[in-house]
């Protein structure tokens, strides 16, 4: 019983967090069991996209999805608010998980920031990946807090 598989019950399943643009979509899971979020993959926001998103889902056991809600910087909605909660409803409707919404301020800028102090080079795709697993480590902080 020294192995991990051996503590942990399997198929507990990930949650799944979504950055989502007009261009890019990051995409972070995390474990249910322990809840440590990492990048994922990012996924170009085309037609094939809910095909990729049913497979990931499908591939990692999802079934819940955290959605990065951005806002303007007084809190108010903005054109982008209304797409990504369209897009929040329709992976709802699609794909049978649950959509929970995040605030995702700054979390691109923060995840820029956290790849340019790595003193390495990188694409967008990395920062919306990076930025999909700020969001979903704001999630579950939360989530830890409001069970205290």
Not at 104 to 124: C, M
Request: charged content about 25%; hydrophobic content about 40%.
């Amino acid at each position: 019983m020294n192995q991990i598989t051996d503590i942990l019950p399997m198929h507990q399943g990930s949650i799944a967090a979504i950055d989502v643009g007009d261009t890019r979509i990051g995409v972070a899971l995390a474990s249910k069991a322990a809840r440590l979020p990492r990048p994922y993959s990012t996924l170009i926001n085309d037609a094939k996209i809910w095909v990729n998103l049913r497979q990931i889902f499908a591939q990692n056991a999802v079934d819940m999805v955290i959605m990065g809600l951005p806002q303007n910087s007084s809190g108010q909605d903005t054109d982008q608010t209304k797409k990504t909660r369209k897009f929040g409803q329709k992976l709802e409707d699609n794909l049978s998980v649950t959509v929970e919404w995040q605030d995702e301020a700054l979390s691109s800028k923060r995840a820029k920031n956290e790849l340019i102090s790595r003193g390495k080079t990188f694409d967008k795709a990395e920062v919306d990946s990076l930025a999909a697993t700020l969001i979903l480590e704001d999630y579950l902080k939360e989530q830890s807090i409001r069970s205290i």
